[in-house]
């Protein structure tokens, strides 16, 4: 069994981007935070394929999860693949932004800030590779706001894996400012093509979900595939064999 570390983020003082440049390691400044990411090069030009994870605890090191994840997908596709820790893990600033886990907030992955802090740091890993085709692979919150993405910047992203993701506000969430893919489905780009992915036994995002955002994207005629992984639960969902064969396929 993997076990995460705790890290300590860069969270002593806001992290400008001179001192972001200048750290050990993988950083990008995007969206006022210094993220801290792994990258696994591919022969593919002109391609990048970004993985967003989910809610953990505070300061996990969440790179020492996603980075082998990182490199099965690069070598299913050879094609650049990317795992960003989000503000609050790994070594990524929390300049503005808390980890998605943070207590003071509600479901921060479901904000307008954290959308648009999403959509600098996409954009800014498309320019530092030079990629024309972005491609994204997000479980659980990742694959929320993934989705959301879509929306707020229809044709960023031309290929889209969500494992375990929420597409609608539910009950006393609506009135309270998050916003879900469901409220840009008329902005949404037919030529981006949506992967949804569910588990059988997830109880955290329940199969019922993407079969009824399934359901709305074929009606609203979006480029749309469903994969169930049978007897699969929530934790890793993104990373089984059946999400990296669909996965694979999508990225063909």
């Excluded at 605890?57 to 693949?81: H, M, V």
């Amino acid at each position: 069994m993997l076990i995460l570390g705790i890290l300590s983020p860069l969270t002593a003082a806001k992290i400008t981007k001179e001192v972001c440049e200048t750290q050990k390691g993988t950083f990008i400044f995007a969206g006022g935070e210094c993220i801290e990411y792994a990258v696994i090069e591919g022969e593919r030009k002109n391609a990048l394929t970004v993985i967003v994870h989910g809610t953990w605890k505070a300061g996990t090191d969440i790179l020492a999860r996603y980075t082998p994840f990182a490199e099965t997908i690069n070598l299913a596709t050879d094609i650049t693949t990317v795992a960003v820790a989000l503000p609050g893990y790994s070594h990524s600033s929390t300049n503005h932004l808390h980890a998605l886990s943070h207590k003071g907030g509600e479901k921060p992955f479901a904000t307008q800030a954290y959308v648009q802090f999403l959509d600098q740091l996409i954009q800014a890993l498309q320019k530092r590779y030079h990629a024309d085709t972005v491609n994204y692979i997000g479980h659980s919150a990742g694959a929320s706001m993934g989705a959301t993405l879509t929306g707020y910047h229809p044709g960023l992203i031309s290929n889209i894996a969500l494992a375990g993701g929420r597409y609608h506000a539910r009950g006393a969430e609506h009135g309270r400012g998050l916003i879900f893919i469901s409220d840009y489905i008329d902005r949404l780009d037919r030529k981006t093509r949506y992967l949804l992915i569910y588990g059988s036994k997830d109880t955290i995002s329940r199969p019922r979900i993407s079969k009824d955002f399934y359901a709305l994207a074929k009606k609203v005629g979006l480029n749309v595939t469903l994969v169930e992984v049978k007897d699969a639960a929530h934790l890793d969902l993104d990373m089984t064999d059946t999400s990296v064969e669909a996965i694979e396929k999508m990225l063909e």
